[in-house]
């Protein structure tokens, strides 16, 4: 009943991307059964027990071992999975991370149920990324990751072996740089994104496989008349390395009309059809 407990920092922080803590997890057990693991039960029953019972909520006060929230969705949707792609709801890279399942994830990040590298290639897009600015929200310099209104509303190319490889790439080679560096996903960015590193193997390695994965993600669409130009450019008085602002413009426009197009399709208004893979913010795991 121990498991990881997986939160944004870690995701971004650690250079293996793993929980720092871990959490009791009963489950959907009855009382009796829980308590035959008698030190966390003991556990819950001094810490938790007591606030719950301050509780008007019948079920979360009489059923106080419990989550107040199990996701039960998203425990089916990763059941047969031994990975998944997930992205902190607050980030300044906007950049999903592939972990192992059997851990609890908190609600700092959002879950994808998918381990497909296709899906991490275009989810790791400068294409999402603008997307995921334009549509979310921010938080100071960073962005706030909202499913319902960045995931479910993108339009999402079709499956290709160019986008696969380009997202198999970018997991294994990063996750490589990353622990040999010993370094987390926000610092390696941090120096992708600094116009002063150009000796740096490892960072400009890192700035060619997101190219390819930007120009996978691009003939996906099949829009390889957009030229991306990738450089250090200016974007919301930040420089950063990006695609151009003219290609930025560009990328959004055509999205945004794919977006209507589906939607059309659909008879559903101008959202995208919803993928209910991914994990809602009101299906979190706490309260």
């Known amino acids: 009943v121990l498991f ?5 920092e870690d995701l971004n922080s650690r250079p293996d991307s793993s929980a720092s803590r871990w959490v009791i997890d009963f489950g959907r057990m009855e009382q009796d059964e829980a308590a035959t693991y008698q030190l966390p039960f003991d556990r819950i029953l001094h810490l938790v027990k007591p606030e719950r019972d301050k509780l008007k909520i019948t079920y979360r006060r009489d059923y106080w071992w419990r989550f107040a929230a199990w996701a039960p969705s998203l425990r089916k949707a990763i059941a047969n999975l031994s990975e998944v792609l997930v992205i902190a709801r607050v980030s300044k890279t906007v950049m999903p991370l592939r972990v192992p399942t059997g851990q609890v994830p908190s609600e700092a990040c959002v879950v994808f149920a998918t381990d497909d590298y296709s899906d991490q290639a275009v989810l790791s897009s400068s294409l999402h990324q603008v997307w995921a600015i334009t549509y979310g929200s921010t938080l100071e310099t960073r962005v706030r990751y909202t499913p319902s209104d960045v995931f479910e509303t993108f339009p999402r190319p079709p499956v ?32 992708v994104n600094d116009s002063t590193v150009h000796s740096d193997e490892d960072v400009e390695r890192t700035r060619e496989i997101h190219i390819e994965v930007d120009k996978a993600t691009i003939a996906a669409y099949g829009w390889d008349d957009v030229a991306l130009e990738h450089g ?33 399709n659909s008879n559903r208004g101008t959202p995208a059809p919803v993928d209910e893979a991914v994990l809602s913010e009101t299906d979190s795991l706490f309260d």
């Open 160 to 191: 290709t072996a160019r986008l696969e490889a380009a997202g198999r790439s970018l997991d294994v080679e990063r996750r490589a740089i990353m622990r040999h560096r010993d370094i987390g996903l926000t610092q390696l960015y941090n120096r």
């Open 232 to 264: 250090f450019h200016e974007f919301r008085k930040m420089v950063r390395w990006s695609i151009s602002p003219i290609a930025r413009v560009e990328i959004l426009d055509r999205l945004l009309l794919e977006n209507h197009r589906r939607g059309a």
């Open 4 to 8: 990881p407990y997986l939160n944004g």
